[in-house]
């Protein structure tokens, strides 16, 4: 005979008083049940005054009641977990917020609690709003940022924006270290940067549409010039071959020349095509990342998760589509026509005219102001953070603290060492500037995205691997860094023209295809550090190392681009 089955509801088969399924169920004389171990804890701290009551309806027992399991009750609680063993639907999985109430299995989380600061699966919800119906206890939905809401020094809650020092605080802030500023509520300074998200998605929009359109003209100049030294290619093979044997190597010199030609014209166009997805694809992520911000309910995570990049303002280099390797051709022809002794003549000739047509005029950058068209806006990665090390200014300056920072755990935190990588990859040509202050000096690096962040070895340390490249800046001196070996640099720090005692100021430049890192030192004047050659065979990312008191700024330039 099948065994019979009998529908449950959990909600129905809840501790009142541990909000968890009933363990050991007993049921008093008034016909609430409790878990066996919840109402004997209850009970006994009433043993005093002798009367005994039931949590819920508060009917009095005199003397203490005698507590028997409920087996019947027990049975139905047996079916009811391992229904919820059977039922995956309603677990927290990776990426939901669990609840904080359940035991054993996580459920997803619906709500979060500002009051009670915990999250709650349905369940709990209901048992949470029938406890603090009257309090209005403020809900919203599931968080796993509770606390980065609450205050960390006063433990109230955050709900005003300093306008001032630019950060979320608390009533008791305002009245303390705070009083006097420019203070208003999260809401009315949500609604104020609300419109500013507004206009930069539209400005992402519109460069992401313009960076589409210089794409795929640079993609139909590409295929011009493949086809054009295709045609020159043919064109010459078929009138070489009509030569005598004696103009062979003539021939081969030739077709080598418009090889090598096309070859460094597409390569140099694809950097620019590299340049320009790498890019696209940034806006596209950042569009994305303010459009869910744009819909996030919280005030407070709103504030605390917007920053607003500045729009780069690289101009690249103009690339040509008209040039032609047709006119090659009628050199060839009229060689054809020649003796043997014009034909060294003439191909001095036709490798003068090749070597001279030159499709895109890229050469490395000299001077500050060449520098400057290759600038890239940078900000500093909360997820690669040493937590010894603090940022501020929209992640653009980082300090180092003996106080460990509250960053949650993520895979790519550096642990050990105090370190912290860009958000943002450098392809192409790109270039930047940090200022720099500290005894204890600050690594500059560029870095592979796959260095190692965990382990306490050389692998994780800027400059001592195959992954990284450092230029270790002191107040003393300057050395260059890679796979554990050092370059004695014989320049020497100058204090930065900013005129603050201290404080240094460096420029780098990648150019990644080329394989080029130049260091530069930035003050009244402008002077190279060190440069490498080497070559790079995965995108690169900026990053900095400090030492014991030692801070980073990333420098903004777009005001001096403009001018």
């Known amino acids: 005979m099948a065994e019979a089955s009998i529908p449950v509801a959990q909600d129905q088969f809840t501790c009142p008083v541990c909000l968890d399924l009933l363990k050991d169920p007993v049921a008093t004389a008034c ?33 203490r009641p005698a507590l028997a399991t409920n087996v019947l009750l027990a049975e139905m609680l047996e079916n009811l977990k391992k229904t919820r063993l059977q039922t995956a639907d309603g677990d927290a999985g990776s990426g939901d917020v669990e609840c904080d109430v359940c035991t054993g299995t996580k459920h997803k989380a619906v709500k979060s609690c500002l009051v009670c600061l915990n999250s709650y699966c349905q369940n709990h919800l209901q048992q949470h709003e029938s406890w603090f119906r009257s309090k209005k206890h403020k ?7 509770l606390r980065e809401m609450i205050c960390s020094k006063h433990d109230e809650q955050l709900k005003l924006y300093c ?3 630019q950060r979320c605080i608390c009533y008791l802030c305002m009245m303390e270290e705070h009083k006097n500023h420019e203070t208003v509520t999260a809401e009315a300074e949500r609604t104020d940067k609300q419109s500013i998200l507004k206009e930069t998605q539209m400005k992402y929009g519109k460069r992401i549409q313009e960076r589409e359109k210089e794409l795929e003209e640079l993609r139909k100049t590409v295929d011009s010039y493949k086809c054009s030294a295709q045609t020159a290619v043919e064109d010459s093979e078929r009138i070489f071959t009509e030569l005598i044997r004696s103009i062979e190597r003539s021939r081969s010199e030739l077709i080598r020349l418009i090889r090598d030609q096309e070859k460094r014209a597409v390569s140099r166009a694809e950097g620019r095509l590299e340049r320009l997805e790498q890019e696209i694809n940034d806006l596209r992520r950042r569009d994305a990342e303010l459009e869910q911000l744009s819909h996030t309910q919280d005030h407070i995570q709103f504030l605390q998760s917007f920053s607003i990049s500045p729009e780069s303002t690289d101009q690249p280099n103009s690339i040509s589509s008209q040039f032609s390797f047709s006119d090659i051709g009628e050199l060839v022809s009229k060689l054809k026509e020649k003796l043997e002794n014009f034909c060294k003549e003439e191909i001095k000739q036709i490798s003068g005219r090749v070597t001279c047509s030159e499709i895109i005029a890229l050469k490395e950058p000299k001077s500050r102001p060449e520098l400057l068209q290759y600038f890239r806006f940078l900000t500093l990665d909360p997820n690669t ?15 180092y603290t003996k106080t460990v920072q509250p960053y949650p755990d993520h895979p790519d935190r550096f642990i050990h060492y105090c370190q912290v990588l860009c958000r943002e990859s450098v392809c192409g040509c790109c270039y930047w500037e940090l200022e720099w202050s500290g005894d204890d000096g600050v690594f500059t690096s560029v870095s592979y995205k796959s260095i190692s962040g965990k382990g306490s070895g050389d692998e994780c340390v800027f400059g001592y691997n195959d992954q990284s490249w450092t230029l270790l800046c002191t107040p003393s001196s300057y050395s260059f860094w890679h796979n554990k070996r050092k370059t004695a640099l014989p320049v020497k720090p100058i204090i930065s023209r900013v005129g603050v005692n201290g404080v240094y100021r460096i420029g780098v430049f990648v150019d990644h295809r080329a394989g080029t890192l130049s260091f530069y030192s930035v003050s009244d004047t402008m002077s190279l550090i060190h440069t490498e050659h080497t070559t790079f065979t995965q995108t690169l990312y900026p990053g900095f190392g400090f030492g014991v008191d030692s801070r980073v700024k990333l420098c903004d330039l777009t005001a001096e681009m403009e001018t």
Request: charged letters at 30%; proline letters at 3%.
């Open 139 to 145: 809900l919203t939905d599931a968080s796993g940022r």
């Open 385 to 399: 953070v040493s937590k010894h090390i603090r940022l501020s200014e929209g992640d653009r300056m980082a300090i």
């Open 163 to 165: 306008r001032t020092d």
């Open 31 to 63: 016909g609430h049940s409790y878990c066996k171990s919840c109402i004997t804890d209850c009970w006994n701290e009433e043993d005093q005054k002798g009367v005994y009551s039931c949590p819920q309806c508060r009917q009095t027992f005199s003397p």
